[in-house]
């Protein structure tokens, strides 16, 4: 008996193209990203490599000018030459106080700059603090002035200052009180 055998058919195709597009075309680039990093690589290694042919060329041609150099040059010391090592003039004892005096003079000439530069730096924070008071004080000496004009309008005094009169704000009549009191009570100076 023969029978036969039948199978599913097979599953549908599912394409994507325009995932499938997508991802090429990133691949694509990604690929000629690489490629164009190579070729930077690729660039600056032949530059180097020449570059240090031609350091190994220089550093060979000062080699060999040393050494006909040093086989031109006799063994002798130059005229005149001293070692670094030994001062110009070891037994002059006043030379070496003058020498001391003057390293001591620079010395108290950096500290004293340095007092000088901080002093600068603290008259400058004072000053500007000074200037912050200032405006603080102007400030609050507008509001009480806007403050009395604000009473005065309240209670009916419409007065103005006489053009001459100087008008004192409350801190300044406050503070001047105990002064006009014992003015009034001890009597002016006689000029």
Do not use: C
Request: charged share 30%; glycine share 4%; no cysteine.
């Amino acid at each position: 008996m023969n029978t036969t055998i039948t199978f599913p058919p097979p599953p549908p195709e599912l394409k994507l193209p325009r995932a499938s597009e997508k991802w090429a075309a990133t691949l694509d680039e990604e690929r000629r990203r690489l490629q164009e990093d190579m070729d930077t690589l690729r660039e600056r290694e032949a530059n180097l490599r020449e570059y240090e042919a031609r350091l190994r060329a220089w550093q060979a041609d000062i080699d060999a000018g040393r050494a006909t150099t040093a086989a031109i040059r006799p063994a002798t010391t130059q005229p005149f030459h001293r070692p670094a090592s030994v001062a110009p003039f070891v037994d002059d004892a006043g030379l070496q106080a003058a020498w001391e005096k003057l390293l001591r003079a620079r010395e108290l000439l950096e500290a004293e700059q340095t007092h000088l530069r901080d002093d600068r730096l603290v008259l400058r924070e004072q000053e500007e603090s000074y200037r912050q008071r200032a405006a603080e004080l102007a400030e609050r000496e507008a509001a009480v002035a806007q403050r009395e004009a604000m009473v005065n309008a309240a209670n009916g005094d419409t007065a103005q200052p006489i053009a001459g009169e100087h008008t004192m704000s409350a801190v300044t009549r406050l503070t001047r009180g105990p002064f006009d009191m014992a003015r009034s009570v001890f009597g002016r100076k006689a000029s």
